[in-house]
DNA sequence: GTCTATAATCCGATAGAC
DNA sequence: GTCTATCGGATTATAGAC
């Protein structure tokens, strides 16, 4: 029983943190919001720093678990479109945990993360390296450099979804969301680019020649 | 006079912003750094909150002044490229300025944003809009759709920069960035995909062929 | 318009009874 | 494991003299 009470304190402790930030979050406060007073939180975290790493922790511990279905996935570019479909599962099942991996520095405290969890932080990039990195020797994508603009593209998708930027363009549910992720994501691949645009960067960036 | 003093308020209030974020800004801090004491502060501004409401304003006045700059571009190409660099510099420049663009309003303060906020963030969205168009008429773009696209695209990029993210793949100054900026720019636009790309998006979306 | 002084409130964390 | 009581400190904001 004493795990579960534990829980809901995490739980509680991330609505708040999330609405709050750090310095705003309060023990006092959460302790109202679980229904206890603020010394019992004590006994199950040591201090307010290590209870909001733990929710960090979760964070990513969630995400993980997520991105590792699409290994099943039988091709390089399905276990590719896997991870990304994953991604966006699992911001959308936990908006507030993914704005938690992508708060503010200033938001995190004064101290430095905990080794644990930049190595969480780690086996996330490493794993859409990996995928990249399979697509790229199967002729599905153009080279690792990749990487970093189909996160972008990810998690800037996302994160405009997520804070309503979308709305004004007809984006107003989770369904309307993941056609356009996957519309978005199949445009990215093959060229944002019209009938014009080979005119227009193929003789300034030598990279298109490569 | 009194405006000058407000001024000057204002300007050290963001300086104070851009270095402790919404939290970590305090009122009595402010009045140290401006060389008065708190309660001299409530003359100019009601409240902790009406004061970082003026901030949020400054933050996108700022973006548009960068934004507009592209105008004086010769082609849509250029001013579209344009808007994406003024957008990263900003960025770059005031990062905790462009955090707050991106916060949930449930941590802006109790309140609801005042109207002229949410018209600065409006315009900004016309803006790429409007950017897009044209090059979409020029034949360099090709439809509406892709402003969602390269929006989430750059807004990723500096997001994931801007929280390290970057350097384990070597991006760890601004001048390295703004070259990944450019170039994976450059690469969406052209499209991701490697040869045997088409081959995987060609028959199951029907986008492909439009 | 700015000051000193202070009210009122909140915070993190601990001690010790039960 | 949870409680009451409390320490030491921070904050926003106000009152009233000058």
């Not at 829980?7 to 943190?17: F, G, K, M, Q, V």
Request: glycine share 8%; charged share 30%; net charge negative.
């Amino acid at each position: 029983m004493s795990s579960e009470t534990r829980e809901r304190i995490l739980n509680s402790a991330t609505e708040l943190y999330l609405r709050d930030g750090f310095d705003g979050f309060s023990m006092r406060a959460l302790a109202r919001a679980v229904g206890v007073t603020a010394p019992a939180l004590y006994r199950h975290f040591a201090s307010k720093e290590k209870l909001l790493h733990e929710i960090v922790g979760e964070a990513y511990r969630r995400l993980s678990a997520e991105l590792y279905k699409a290994l099943s996935e039988r091709t390089p570019h399905d276990r590719f479109r896997g991870a990304i479909r994953g991604y966006a599962k699992f911001a959308l099942a936990n908006p507030k945990l993914y704005d938690v991996l992508f708060l503010p520095p200033s938001m995190m405290g004064d101290g430095v993360l905990p080794e644990e969890i930049e190595g969480h932080a780690c086996a996330v990039e490493q794993f859409f390296d990996d995928r990249v990195r399979e697509c790229v020797a199967s002729g599905v994508l153009r080279d690792e450099l990749v990487t970093s603009s189909l996160w972008a593209h990810t998690h800037g998708l996302v994160s405009l979804y997520m804070r309503g930027h979308l709305e004004e363009k007809g984006i107003d549910s989770e369904e309307k969301f993941r056609d356009l992720l996957e519309r978005s994501t199949t445009r990215v691949l093959e060229g944002l680019g019209g009938p014009a645009m080979r005119a227009v960067t193929g003789d300034d960036d030598s990279d298109a020649a490569a």
